[in-house]
């Protein structure tokens, strides 16, 4: 899910290009899919390509990174399944139910459920009722928080604060909540706290390499 910047390198720490089965996304903006365009690339740019990729994001939301590259030249390196937010559908052994989240362009909160265990996935997000619909009883909340507790003006509808995912969290009964998306040069301590002021439950920061067991 969401190939941002420098998930690529990331990604090959566990796997081959070959390996992936399929990209989900929650919208288009570069920090959620830059990555997509090198993921493409390995797996084009070889003697024996790998069927095409299944990619699922919200309509013309990869327009823009699947434009970076000479026209044509990935075309057959991947199937793009277009959803609009609050479809459901499957995607190999994953139930997906999708729903539609405020931000400045179309952007998708995602739900996994597979094998009994259920993943939920805010993307970016500002703040609504929705969140904690979507999330309800996960085992795990990857919620946005930009910011630790303070929300500028301009900015208050379309992303949120450590505080108000833990108030989802809260809302929704998760099993834990991990943070995501913190603005860069920021104190992950003062997310830490500003979490436990609304949610009492498990709170970690979401870091490079991170492995979450859900059995
Ligand atoms: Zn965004």
Known sequence: MDL???AFPRLLEHSAPHGVDAALFSHGHP?????LNPLLR????????????PLYAPPGELAAVLALDRPGMLDEAYRLHEFDPGERFAIGPFDVTTRL??????????????GGRSLVYTGDTGPSPVIAELAR????????????????????????????????????RVGRLLLTH??????????????GRAWDGEVAIADTGMVIDLD
């Open 4 to 6: 941002g910047h420098a």
């Open 31 to 35: 920090d959620h899919c830059a990555d």
């Open 42 to 53: 390995a797996r084009a740019m070889v003697d024996t390509p790998p069927p095409a990729l």
């Open 101 to 114: 989240l405020p931000h400045s362009r179309p952007n998708a909160g995602i739900r996994l459920e597979g």
């Open 137 to 172: 009883g996960a085992d795990v909340l990857i919620a946005e928080a930009t910011y630790a507790e303070e929300m500028p003006a301009d900015l208050a509808g379309e992303l949120s604060t450590a505080r108000q995912a833990a108030g989802h969290a809260a809302r929704a």
């Open 182 to 195: 913190l603005w860069p040069g920021s104190e992950p301590q003062a997310f830490i706290e500003a979490a």
